[in-house]
């Protein structure tokens, strides 16, 4: 037995080493080295650099273009830099009034407890801040349609817009109204989870008389399951966001894939030969075997 597995163990290491052999000349060496960049000590890939403030400033000066991600992210922290880009500086001026003066005037209101007011301002600022990121996406002129940065910040922009861009109507309901009763439900497990916390204070509350037919263990229960419920319909809403601006950069890309009616499965008869029949010296005498052959054409 001793001699049978050490009979094995030498002829296992041959194996490896003729495998080892045959596949160190079946490769140059120059595969392990090659470079693809033109000049590897200088070029990088497209994938190395998410955003540069370089040339983002350099596009801002209209030096080199950008592309419609790297202005809408610059213009995102730099506030009218896509007016800019676009040639469109005469904007800047209704840009900043329409976002500085209800910001100012929302700070001022809430320093003097009109915090109501001071809200609204607020998200009237916001309003525009938005409205300044929307315009320098529309007013972005790609070469090619549909563009897939365009149609990916339409839907980060306006949930739906980016489906509107390329031309796929019919998805509108399916995603806005998932969306909708994600949020429908969102509203009402909110209120429900406010509804039993409240009578959780009241009943465990030891000043308090508490006469209500729930009990303090059953609202308790009923309070976590919709705050259970209610964070489930965030995470929905926000799952189904996500989704449609994948929906909407995936279907640009594939916009210009052909589909014709080229697409066929052929079926033929053909000879099946060994596989060893050219790779041996002298090949074992085996005879062909007759099978189908199945082809694709797309």
């Not at 700070?107 to 809200?119: C, E, F, M, T, V």
């Not at 861009?165 to 019919?170: A, D, I, Q, T, V």
């Not at 916390?197 to 729930?214: H, K």
Request: proline share 4%; aromatic share 14%.
């Amino acid at each position: 037995m001793n001699h049978l597995k050490l009979v094995c163990t030498l002829l296992a290491a041959a194996l490896a080493a003729a495998l080892c052999t045959d596949a160190s000349a079946q490769f140059r060496s120059e595969a392990f080295s090659q470079q693809y960049n033109d000049d590897p000590a200088t070029a990088t890939d497209s994938t190395d650099v998410l955003f540069s403030l370089k040339d983002y400033f350099a596009g801002l000066r209209h030096e080199q273009e950008l592309k419609i991600g790297t202005m809408t992210g610059g213009s995102a922290v730099f506030i009218g830099g896509s007016q800019i880009y676009n040639k469109q500086a005469w904007k800047l001026p209704i840009v900043y009034t329409a976002i500085g003066a209800p910001l100012g005037a929302g700070i001022y209101l809430n320093s003097q407890g009109r915090h109501d007011a001071a809200k609204y301002c607020f998200i009237g600022a916001g309003v525009a801040y938005w409205a300044t990121l929307m315009d320098g996406v529309i007013n972005f002129r790609p070469n090619d349609y549909p563009h897939p940065g365009t149609a990916t910040l339409y839907s980060l922009l306006v949930p739906g817009l980016g489906q509107i861009y390329n031309r796929e109507y019919w998805k509108l309901p399916i995603y806005l109204g998932a969306m909708g009763f994600a949020y429908h439900y969102y509203l009402d497990c909110r209120t429900n989870y406010t509804r039993f916390r409240n009578i959780y204070l009241e009943a465990t509350d030891p000043e308090a008389t508490y006469t209500g037919p729930i009990t303090a263990d059953q609202a308790l229960y009923y309070r976590n399951v919709y705050r259970r419920y209610r964070d489930y319909s965030i995470l929905a809403i926000a799952a189904l966001y996500l989704l449609q601006v994948i929906d909407a950069n995936v279907f640009s890309y594939m916009h210009n894939f052909e589909v014709d009616d080229d697409l066929a499965l052929k079926v033929a008869p053909t000879v099946i030969l060994p596989q060893n029949q050219f790779a041996l010296a002298n090949p074992v005498s085996q005879s062909a075997a007759f099978g189908l052959k199945l082809g694709l054409n797309f």
